[in-house]
């Protein structure tokens, strides 16, 4: 019998699916960071075997629609021993549907090794985004990052002459200390390796953060908005001219390097989230699995779905998702779209928009908007303004 969400979801509708596996292991806590994750390494072990009893309990659904991408996504998924990575791509190969096109690993610097490398070559990943974030000390000092600019450097030589065609860094700005100067240049270091893909976040300090703590202290201030938008605004210029296309608020790639898997989020296709905290989604229902690793493991143990919460998405909802993901993709909303979710409502909106496009935020292509990079900083505000205006139209 299947359980209430995937009775729920339209299956019929499925063509391929996305596989996110969520590894939650890190050896430490960066000072910004409050996603889910374990340093307990002594439950590696444990996890593995719960993620393929977990894949078991999927296995009707992952054999009936092919596995398009995959994506190990963390915590730091690079701190699994390659024993257990074995068994995990051993489980994934016995599903008649793997055939993915694009497999990625989630991996910091200081996992990084030729060895480690040719490993994930040979097992099928095709793709290996690695968690630089900066290369200037004074910054990963700030950010709690555990590796230093010299690991971080070897990491990207190893990579460079690994045989990965596809790869991808991630770099923050907006860090405390950080001057605009700082991101071009590691961009530019990135660019001499020729990187094909890049991801680059604005930091956000959230609550329970080391960096929120130091933040009400007052151990530093918090970088004023002009340099915050200056550096976004260098990276682009910078990786314009290097031939890169952006393609989402934070992703940038050369021609065929975007990210597939990313693009299904993006396109609101169907993925299915393994490991703790991992959220699915599938035409209309999305769930999320328990955040505790103990919970995870011995709900699995007693041949339970960690599944913590589920929901059946509403009007309200989809429209909603589709300004958080495409919206904020190169593809923009075209009228015609806006118009389809929101009846005849949408010219309310359209007054919204243009005038976003006479503040520069807006680009208006063969009846699609387009955020534009000045948008793109302010694209949450943008979003939150359409949605309290759609809500308080539909509800007149
Ligand atoms: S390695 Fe990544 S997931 Fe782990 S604490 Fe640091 S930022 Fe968070």
Redesign the pocket.
């Known amino acids: 019998m299947l359980p209430p969400w995937l009775e729920k979801a339209s299956l019929g509708s499925i063509e391929t699916l996305g596989l996110y596996i969520h590894v939650p292991f890190?050896?430490?806590?960066?000072h910004?960071?409050?996603?889910y994750?374990t340093p307990r390494a002594s439950f590696m072990e444990a996890y593995t075997e719960a993620l393929l009893c977990e894949i078991d309990h999927y296995a009707v659904l992952l054999e009936a629609f092919p596995i398009e991408t995959v994506f190990f996504g963390?915590?730091?998924p690079s701190w699994l021993p390659l024993p257990l990575w074995d068994k995990i791509f051993r489980r994934l190969e016995q599903l008649p549907t793997y055939t993915p096109k694009e497999v990625t690993i989630?991996a910091?610097p200081e996992d990084i090794t030729p060895e480690s490398l040719s490993f994930w070559l040979r097992r099928g990943v095709t793709r290996l985004s690695v968690?630089i974030q900066s290369f200037y000390p004074q910054v990963l000092h700030t950010?709690?990052?555990?590796h230093d600019p010299e690991i971080a450097r070897r990491a990207i030589n190893y990579l460079y002459k690994s045989g990965f065609t596809t790869w991808s860094a991630d770099l923050i700005f907006g860090v405390p200390g950080q001057r605009s100067e700082h991101v071009v240049s590691d961009i530019e270091f990135l660019l001499s390796y020729n990187i094909p893909h890049l991801s680059a976040y604005g930091l956000t300090i959230e609550e329970k953060t080391v960096l929120y703590k130091k933040l009400r202290l007052g151990r530093f201030a918090p970088v004023e908005e002009e340099t915050y938008a200056q550096s976004y605004l260098s990276i682009h210029e910078v990786l314009g001219k290097a031939g890169f296309t952006w393609y989402e608020i934070s992703n940038w790639a050369r021609p065929g390097h975007e990210s597939q898997h990313n693009w299904r989020y993006w396109q609101r296709k169907p993925y299915i989230g393994l490991g703790p905290s991992a959220h699915s989604y599938l035409p209309e229902v999305r769930w999320a699995n328990t955040r505790s690793i103990k919970t995870y493991l011995s709900q699995l143990e007693s041949g339970i779905y960690p599944v913590a919460y589920w929901e059946a998405l509403s009007l309200d909802d989809l429209r909603m998702e589709l300004w958080i993901t495409q919206f904020r993709t190169k593809l923009g909303l075209s009228s015609m779209q806006i118009r389809q979710h929101i009846g005849e409502k949408a010219d309310y909106v359209f007054g919204l928009l243009d005038s976003a496009v006479q503040r520069g935020w807006l680009k208006r292509i063969n009846d699609t908007y387009h955020l534009t990079p000045q948008g793109a900083l302010l694209s949450d505000r943008l979003i939150l303004e359409v949605e309290s205006h759609l809500e308080k139209v539909i509800s007149a």
Request: with cysteine; net charge positive.
């Open positions: 890190c050896r430490r806590a960066c910004y960071c409050d996603f994750f963390g915590g730091t989630e910091n968690g950010l709690g990052r555990f």
